[in-house]
């Protein structure tokens, strides 16, 4: 599509003498390959009906020799139709092993904060998206160029520490602890959370100040608190470890909370010494953001001098400054921490930090409700701990394929693909709709429908390693066209889904794709039936590019593809 929108881009420039970007769309088949709206967008700087303008393009266009069609529709739209064998031959010019990676982003070097859990308690669905959209986020920047670090900021100070060590001394026992590990933890962190509540309601607050006196003790280096904190974060951690392992998702880093907590302190000192921060008559410590917009101040230190998320967060912006120098930190968190954000990010610009600081954001993860009416996936309507939910995922692939000689292997890439395709099912934005039927189903939007795709083209080729070599430089290619302009489609996707940080992009290509195959296969034999020697050569080369494409879209979206179905 480059190629062809460089072409209109030249003779739009030698017709009329004006420079544009051109966007190409595809149309439905009936009209053309391509189209593109440029007659529309020039014709009012021009001074000109769309309609001529498209015209004057058209008749130049058709001169190229490039395209087998060339029309107008409605009021200036221009269709164009170019030859099979054209495609193809495009596709061989551009294919390498790289096909789909660019050096969009080569020189520079981006940070990537997922899936940052809080150590208080076990890892959740909640955690889910951060996972996979910062997954899939590293794969795209590092298939455009860019020098990727990955950080897991994980929340193991502040608040949810105090909370813990007063609700393990309260409420829980050693035997209990070494029992159940992270999940008593997660047990304590919850009673606990409801005790501190009734309490404020009672108008009292003897759970709330032991809370913070123990991260008081913590902030200023009590032995019996390091102890504990170190005794927790180690159970969490490796609780932790396991499911990311599950999840297939690592990071370079793991500077949690705990880590900058030091650094913390001293920025906010900084930040009274150069005027930027504010101590209030009560102690605590704002930095005033009305110039940015912003009636309401960011706290930084409370007033009895304990750490905020805020005073952490500032630590880790000037360390990274300092030590890694990026160009862009894409924080992958979810919708409701929007504002805050806003707020921080306002901070650093106040505080003279260039860097894009990027927060990537979605919507809650949604089940259905008896009544059919859609609620956030919590706990009391079922799955909420993230191992559950790949347990059940597993026995749901499971049944799937209960009929055939699957490995545990497989089926573990099938229950995991699935999982992870259903959070790119639509723009991260937009909450999804978690349904077990749907996001297995062997047809539609699904990660299964995708990875059988894959393995069906796999099959063939695999069953075609002995092909003899035929010449194909006279094949034409008609059958093929879809798929041919449909694959050279990708790069621009994955540059897009980068550009714009959207990996759902991928995710509805790589759906097209399979469906244009599963057409494909509808009316060509691959290598059945009455398939010539040249026609079989073809069709298994562009069933290997096919493949490339599969694999490599998958890969991007932490997906793999089973060896059997």
């Known amino acids: 599509m ?10 739009l420039f030698d017709v009329f003498a004006i420079d544009y970007d051109i966007h190409l769309s595809r149309p439905d088949n009936q009209f053309g390959d391509y189209a593109t709206t440029i007659a529309l967008q020039v014709a009012k700087p021009l001074g000109k009906n769309p309609r001529d303008v498209a015209a004057a393009l058209a008749a130049k266009l058709r001169e190229t020799n490039v395209f087998t069609e060339v029309s107008i529709a409605g009021p200036g739209f221009i269709n164009l139709r170019i030859s099979a064998s054209s495609l193809s031959s495009e596709l061989d010019q551009q294919w390498s092993d790289t096909f ?15 899936p940052s859990p809080n150590m208080a308690k076990p890892y959740s669905v909640g955690h889910l998206r951060p996972g996979n959209q910062g997954w899939a986020v590293k794969c795209l920047m590092e298939a455009t160029g860019w020098k990727v670090i990955t950080d897991n900021h994980l929340g193991d100070y502040g608040a949810p520490f105090g909370v813990w060590v007063t609700g393990f001394l309260k409420f829980s026992s050693e035997e209990a602890l070494e029992r159940d590990g992270v999940y008593e933890l997660g047990r304590v962190y919850i009673t606990t959370k409801k005790a501190l509540k009734e309490e404020k309601e009672r108008g009292e607050s003897i759970l709330a100040d032991e809370v913070q006196q123990w991260l008081i003790k913590l902030e200023n280096g009590d032995e019996q608190a390091k102890l504990f904190s170190e005794r927790f974060n180690r159970i969490s951690l490796e609780h932790i470890h396991t499911v990311m392992k599950r999840l297939k998702i690592s990071t370079d880093y793991e500077l949690g909370e705990a880590f900058f907590a030091p650094y913390g302190k001293a920025a906010v000192q900084t930040l009274l010494e150069t005027g930027v921060a504010v101590q209030n008559e009560d102690g605590s410590i704002i930095v005033p953001l009305d110039d940015y917009g912003f009636d309401v101040p960011l706290l930084v230190q409370k007033s009895n001098g ?30 409701e921490q929007q504002f805050y954000f806003t707020q921080l990010f306002a901070m650093a610009k106040k505080l003279g930090i260039t860097t894009d600081l990027y927060h990537l954001w979605f919507g809650f993860i949604d089940q259905l409700n008896e009544d059919g009416s859609r609620a956030k996936m919590s706990s009391r309507k079922g799955v909420i701990l993230m191992e559950e939910l790949l347990d059940k995922a597993e026995e749901r692939a499971r049944s799937m394929v209960a009929d ?13 693909g699935a999982i992870k395709f259903s959070d790119f099912s639509a723009d991260r934005r937009t909450n999804i709709l978690f349904d077990w039927d749907s996001i297995f189903a062997l047809t539609g939007f699904s990660g299964p429908y995708i990875q059988y795709a894959a393995v069906r083209v796999n099959k063939i080729l695999g069953d075609n390693t002995d092909v003899e070599p035929a010449e194909t430089s006279d ?17 621009e996707v994955v540059e897009l889904a980068a550009t714009s940080i959207e990996p759902h992009k991928v995710a509805t290509y790589l759906y097209e794709l399979a469906r244009e195959m599963n057409r494909y296969y509808e009316s060509t034999p691959v290598a059945t039936g009455d398939v010539s020697p040249v026609q079989k050569q073809a069709r298994l080369a562009m069933l290997e590019k096919v ?4 694999t490599h879209g998958l890969n991007l979206l932490g997906i793999e593809i089973p060896s059997r179905m």
Do not use: M
């Not at 789909?100 to 997922?114: M, P, R, S």
């Not at 805020?310 to 300092?322: F, G, H, N, Q, V």
């Not at 493949?547 to 599969?550: A, L, Q």
């Open 2 to 11: 480059n190629t062809i929108a460089q072409i209109i881009k030249q003779t």
């Open 100 to 114: 789909g990676d660019n050096k969009t982003g080569a020189g520079k070097t981006v940070v990537v904060e997922y």
């Open 306 to 335: 304990a750490a905020l998320y805020a005073t952490s967060d500032l630590a880790t912006i000037l360390y990274r400054e300092e030590h890694w120098h990026p160009d862009k930190v894409i924080y992958c968190v979810g919708a």
């Open 404 to 416: 055939r000689d699957i490995s545990d292997e497989d089926i573990q890439k099938i229950a995991l």
């Open 475 to 491: 094949y034409e290619y008609e059958a093929e066209k879809a798929v041919l302009a449909k694959l050279l489609e990708y790069p």
């Open 547 to 550: 493949s490339h494409v599969f």
